[in-house]
């Protein structure tokens, strides 16, 4: 039996990729500096896997900041836009990589960034590849050839991992019409062949292909694409050993296809889908030479691998195909896992495995796979043990509230008509009301000043203060421009989860435990281990202390219940709908205790609510249902006078817009303005009845839009939908962006905004 790892996370475990990019874009330390660091973390990356166990230890997971984003590099798909950064300025590669993923203003270039979207159904976000008709495709970047002869020559037995070709075009998007993106596949494959050339002759004879596509419904013409790749890199490269990897949910309907491809070894997902073995078991498969790589420790989760239920999958494949056939593996890459567990105190550590402990795991299977007398089996299976029976999990309070939840909780007092008669008396907002998302910058002072209170630098009261100084500071600034509805700015917030985390019972939170959300971006997810409760408000100390310095209306600030149980990790011990109405329940009683305080306006954000959609349509409704129903129930307590927003980003919502329209929020306000308000068209053929504030600049980018921009946009949206519906506001939050940059968007924004009152 052999072990390997799909990918491993590339932050470093204490985030020195973050910070090394951060100061290069600072202008604080040069290119070389920053490659050092990158050079760095694969070194020990690949040390650590190997010294774990790992045979095949994978090459191309590494990234300055995204995975896509390198593949487009690779294969030269760089748009039109960026030519003149890379002919006439003569950009260096990672700048042209930084300047596509975030955009480029200065030395009097402008260009935009590309668009980011999430990976499938995680928190992972990815720079979607632009495509034209006339698309053209050449090897353009040899980072990974240069990569995987680094790691040789480090003594590695690396494996070169690659987004596979059809998954790539698919992420990808058409920029014009007339073609479909599938059709430039003829154009893309003589590239990869290239590239595998290349690695070829640098050595390499595994070569990994993701292609988690194969999770997704596929048209019969997607199916075919994936059978003509592979069968032309098998005949190109008869000798090559190609692994093909899918991941994050079955087969299903492309299983057929992918037992019959040409390739050494297939990978399963058996944490999401642990019945596809059986299914694949009974099959001629059985009577191939094709190897089955055992996804059986959980990549997305940071839960301890239950063993024996591992040695199960193992054994019974082992004894359908014999022990040569199988390789154990994590269930996807550990991208999505934080690095090491060493580095925590937290009283959960004896249940819990990250990615160093995970490749650990994998190793360990392989050991115990081989039979024989093994102490870590029994330790193994006291952990899991203790963790089912801990008194820490069950309240019966908890569940007894969820039980005797009715309909009646989950709607609110009258339908949307009569709200907004209700709030727009109570509200008194001018046409195209402007509001921001929520957060202000977090500058490096604030950050500062929570790493002091951590350190014990400061005490709470001291803390407060110097909060509320930042607050009131934003609230003075927004009604100086002229900002129709407030915010508080967030500046007691580490995270939009975290926070909310932090202060319910039944969650626990790491030191160390960050995961990349994209680019130089992290998260620190909660780990929901109990039922959950709220044992004291959460947030009306803040929203009323910035309501109480001015007369104009502050918002309310929550994150919403699906958002919460999507961005943390989430119990495997009951059905994640069950935590969802739990957590549903305590933001109920937030929200019900803002109204309460004086709060009229309360915006619940769901921006996960997508992203946890089903890979497979079929598995849509189920989840829908919950998903939305957990939202009503949080935001169905309070008067009809009580303006409840939403706040969507990050995704493709065109196709669960009923479903959006189900949580009955009165205003959402929605990332919009990379894709130009395409999201629109879908809310305007829908007739979407409540208001919207369709994002009218993309928060991502430093890049300050002109006024004529948002114009432009804003025209768009309101010949689809009608004026009184709309708002002005930005695409997300501001967290990540600096002052000087807000300050001049936001009055660019405000003044579009009255501009659009008066012509
Ligand atoms: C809106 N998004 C979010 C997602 N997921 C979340 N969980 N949260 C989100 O907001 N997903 C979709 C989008 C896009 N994704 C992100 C993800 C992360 C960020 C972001 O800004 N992350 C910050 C870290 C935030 C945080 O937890 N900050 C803490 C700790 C700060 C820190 O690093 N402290 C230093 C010490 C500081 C000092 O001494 O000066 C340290 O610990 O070393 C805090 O503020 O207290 C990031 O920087 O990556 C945005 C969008
Ligand atoms: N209120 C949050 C939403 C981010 S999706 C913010 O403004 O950062
Ligand atoms: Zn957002």
Same mark, same amino acid.
């Given at each position: 039996?052999?072990?390997?790892?799909?990918?491993?996370?590339?932050?470093?475990?204490?985030?020195?990729?973050?910070?090394?990019?951060?100061?290069?874009?600072?202008?604080?330390?040069?290119?070389?500096?920053?490659?050092?660091?990158?050079?760095?973390?694969?070194?020990?990356?690949?040390?650590?896997?190997?010294?774990?166990?790992?045979?095949?230890?994978?090459?191309?997971?590494?990234?300055?900041?995204?995975?896509?984003?390198?593949?487009?590099?690779?294969?030269?798909?760089?748009?039109?836009?960026?030519?003149?950064?890379?002919?006439?300025?003569?950009?260096?590669?990672?700048?042209?990589?930084?300047?596509?993923?975030?955009?480029?203003?200065?030395?009097?270039?402008?260009?935009?960034?590309?668009?980011?979207?999430?990976?499938?159904?995680?928190?992972?976000?990815?720079?979607?590849?632009?495509?034209?008709?006339?698309?053209?495709?050449?090897?353009?970047?040899?980072?990974?050839?240069?990569?995987?002869?680094?790691?040789?020559?480090?003594?590695?037995?690396?494996?070169?991992?690659?987004?596979?070709?059809?998954?790539?075009?698919?992420?990808?998007?058409?920029?014009?019409?007339?073609?479909?993106?599938?059709?430039?596949?003829?154009?893309?494959?003589?590239?990869?062949?290239?590239?595998?050339?290349?690695?070829?002759?640098?050595?390499?004879?595994?070569?990994?292909?993701?292609?988690?596509?194969?999770?997704?419904?596929?048209?019969?013409?997607?199916?075919?694409?994936?059978?003509?790749?592979?069968?032309?890199?098998?005949?190109?490269?008869?000798?090559?050993?190609?692994?093909?990897?899918?991941?994050?949910?079955?087969?299903?309907?492309?299983?057929?296809?992918?037992?019959?491809?040409?390739?050494?070894?297939?990978?399963?997902?058996?944490?999401?889908?642990?019945?596809?073995?059986?299914?694949?078991?009974?099959?001629?498969?059985?009577?191939?030479?094709?190897?089955?790589?055992?996804?059986?420790? *959980?990549?997305?989760?940071?839960?301890?691998?239950? /063993?024996?239920?591992?040695?199960?999958?193992?054994?019974?494949?082992?004894?359908?195909?014999?022990?040569?056939?199988?390789?154990?593996?994590?269930?996807?890459?550990?991208?999505?896992?934080?690095?090491?567990?060493?580095?925590?105190?937290?009283?959960?550590?004896?249940?819990?495995?990250?990615?160093?402990?995970?490749?650990?795991?994998?190793?360990?299977?392989?050991?115990?796979?081989?039979?024989?007398?093994?102490?870590?089996?029994?330790?193994?299976?006291?952990?899991?043990?203790?963790?089912?029976?801990?008194?820490?999990?069950?309240?019966?309070?908890?569940?007894?509230?969820?039980?005797?939840?009715?309909?009646?909780?989950?709607?609110?007092?009258?339908?949307?008509?009569?709200?907004?008669?209700?709030?727009?008396?109570?509200?008194?907002?001018?046409?195209?009301?402007?509001?921001?998302?929520?957060?202000?910058?977090?500058?490096?002072?604030?950050?500062?000043?929570?790493?002091?209170?951590?350190?014990?630098?400061?005490?709470?009261?001291?803390?407060?203060?110097?909060?509320?100084?930042?607050?009131?500071?934003?609230?003075?600034?927004?009604?100086?421009?002229?900002?129709?509805?407030?915010?508080?700015?967030?500046?007691?917030?580490?995270?939009?989860?975290?926070?909310?985390?932090?202060?319910?019972?039944?969650?626990?939170?790491?030191?160390?435990?960050?995961?990349?959300?994209?680019?130089?971006?992290?998260?620190?997810?909660?780990?929901?281990?109990?039922?959950?409760?709220?044992?004291?408000?959460?947030?009306?100390?803040?929203?009323?202390?910035?309501?109480?310095?001015? *007369?104009?209306?502050?918002?309310?600030?929550?994150?919403?219940?699906?958002?919460?149980?999507?961005?943390?990790?989430?119990?495997?011990?009951?059905?994640?709908?069950?935590?969802?109405?739990?957590?549903?329940?305590?933001?109920?009683?937030?929200?019900?205790?803002?109204?309460?305080?004086?709060?009229?306006?309360?915006?619940?954000?769901?921006?996960?609510?997508?992203?946890?959609?089903?890979?497979?349509?079929?598995?849509?409704?189920?989840?829908?249902?919950?998903?939305?129903?957990? /939202?009503?129930?949080?935001?169905?307590?309070?008067?009809?006078?009580?303006?409840?927003?939403?706040?969507?980003?990050?995704?493709?919502?065109?196709?669960?817009?009923?479903?959006?329209?189900?949580?009955?929020?009165?205003?959402?306000?929605?990332? !919009?303005?990379?894709?130009?308000?395409?999201?629109? *068209?879908?809310?305007?053929?829908?007739?979407?009845?409540?208001?919207?504030?369709?994002?009218?600049?993309?928060?991502?980018?430093?890049?300050?839009?002109?006024?004529?921009?948002?114009?432009?946009?804003?025209?768009?949206?309101?010949?689809?939908?009608?004026?009184?519906?709309?708002?002005?506001?930005?695409? !997300?939050?501001?967290?990540?962006?600096?002052?000087?940059?807000?300050?001049?968007?936001?009055?660019?924004?405000?003044?579009?905004?009255?501009?659009?009152?008066?012509?």
């Amino acid at each position: 039996m052999q072990t390997h790892n799909l990918g491993y996370p590339r932050i470093g475990s204490r985030r020195e990729l973050k910070k090394a990019a951060e100061q290069y874009w600072a202008g604080k330390i040069p290119a070389a500096q920053l490659m050092a660091t990158g050079k760095t973390i694969r070194e020990q990356n690949w040390k650590l896997q190997q010294e774990a166990g790992i045979d095949l230890i994978p090459v191309g997971d590494f990234s300055y900041y995204d995975q896509v984003l390198d593949t487009s590099l690779m294969v030269g798909a760089i748009p039109d836009r960026y030519h003149a950064l890379t002919v006439d300025k003569q950009l260096p590669d990672i700048d042209l990589l930084f300047a596509m993923a975030r955009g480029y203003q200065k030395d009097g270039y402008d260009v935009t960034a590309m668009e980011m979207t999430k990976w499938f159904d995680t928190n992972y976000h990815y720079i979607v590849p632009e495509f034209t008709a006339g698309q053209t495709f050449r090897l353009f970047s040899q980072k990974l050839i240069n990569e995987y002869r680094e790691a040789r020559e480090a003594g590695i037995n690396a494996k070169p991992v690659l987004l596979g070709p059809v998954s790539y075009l698919l992420l990808g998007k058409e920029k014009e019409a007339g073609f479909h993106r599938l059709d430039l596949l003829k154009k893309l494959l003589p590239v990869y062949l290239d590239v595998l050339e290349k690695l070829d002759e640098a050595g390499a004879y595994y070569v990994q292909f993701d292609e988690p596509c194969l999770s997704l419904d596929l048209t019969t013409a997607e199916q075919q694409a994936i059978v003509k790749t592979y069968a032309e890199i098998k005949a190109t490269f008869p000798n090559l050993h190609i692994i093909l990897a899918s991941y994050f949910e079955c087969y299903g309907e492309n299983l057929s296809t992918a037992l019959a491809l040409p390739v050494g070894t297939l990978h399963l997902d058996l944490v999401r889908c642990p019945s596809q073995l059986d299914d694949i078991l009974t099959t001629s498969f059985v009577n191939t030479r094709t190897k089955l790589s055992l996804g059986v420790v *959980d990549g997305r989760n940071i839960w301890k691998n239950d /063993f024996r239920q591992s040695l199960q999958f193992i054994q019974k494949a082992a004894g359908k195909i014999g022990k040569d056939r199988i390789w154990i593996a994590p269930s996807c890459s550990l991208l999505h896992s934080p690095c090491d567990l060493d580095l925590e105190t937290t009283m959960l550590k004896p249940w819990l495995a990250f990615a160093k402990q995970k490749v650990q795991e994998v190793a360990t299977l392989r050991t115990l796979a081989a039979g024989g007398a093994n102490p870590l089996l029994q330790e193994n299976i006291d952990a899991i043990n203790s963790r089912r029976a801990s008194p820490l999990i069950h309240k019966p309070e908890v569940k007894s509230r969820v039980d005797l939840i009715t309909e009646k909780d989950a709607r609110r007092q009258h339908a949307f008509p009569e709200r907004r008669d209700r709030q727009r008396e109570t509200l008194r907002l001018p046409l195209f009301p402007t509001t921001t998302i929520g957060s202000f910058p977090q500058t490096t002072e604030i950050r500062g000043i929570r790493a002091r209170l951590k350190k014990g630098e400061l005490t709470a009261r001291e803390y407060d203060v110097l909060i509320e100084k930042e607050t009131e500071e934003a609230i003075r600034w927004q009604e100086s421009i002229g900002i129709d509805v407030l915010v508080h700015g967030e500046f007691e917030r580490n995270d939009m989860v975290e926070y909310f985390g932090e202060q319910l019972d039944g969650f626990a939170f790491t030191e160390n435990g960050w995961v990349q959300s994209y680019g130089s971006r992290c998260v620190k997810p909660p780990i929901i281990f109990g039922d959950v409760s709220r044992p004291v408000p959460m947030t009306v100390r803040w929203s009323a202390y910035a309501q109480s310095l001015t *007369d104009k209306w502050v918002k309310g600030m929550l994150t919403g219940p699906v958002t919460i149980l999507q961005w943390s990790f989430v119990r495997n011990d009951q059905p994640r709908s069950t935590t969802c109405t739990q957590i549903a329940l305590a933001i109920r009683d937030e929200v019900t205790d803002l109204e309460k305080a004086g709060i009229r306006v309360i915006q619940i954000d769901e921006p996960a609510i997508r992203e946890g959609l089903p890979l497979r349509k079929a598995n849509w409704k189920e989840y829908l249902d919950w998903a939305v129903r957990a /939202f009503r129930i949080s935001a169905s307590g309070v008067a009809d006078a009580t303006q409840i927003h939403t706040h969507m980003c990050y995704s493709e919502f065109n196709d669960i817009i009923q479903a959006i329209a189900d949580m009955d929020a009165d205003v959402i306000t929605i990332e !919009c303005s990379r894709s130009q308000m395409e999201l629109l *068209d879908a809310f305007a053929d829908f007739r979407y009845p409540n208001e919207i504030g369709p994002g009218v600049y993309d928060i991502h980018s430093p890049r300050v839009p002109s006024k004529t921009e948002m114009r432009a946009l804003m025209d768009k949206a309101r010949s689809v939908v009608p004026a009184d519906q709309l708002w002005v506001n930005p695409d !997300c939050g501001l967290k990540t962006r600096a002052w000087p940059e807000t300050r001049a968007a936001l009055v660019a924004m405000v003044e579009t905004a009255r501009e659009l009152r008066t012509s």
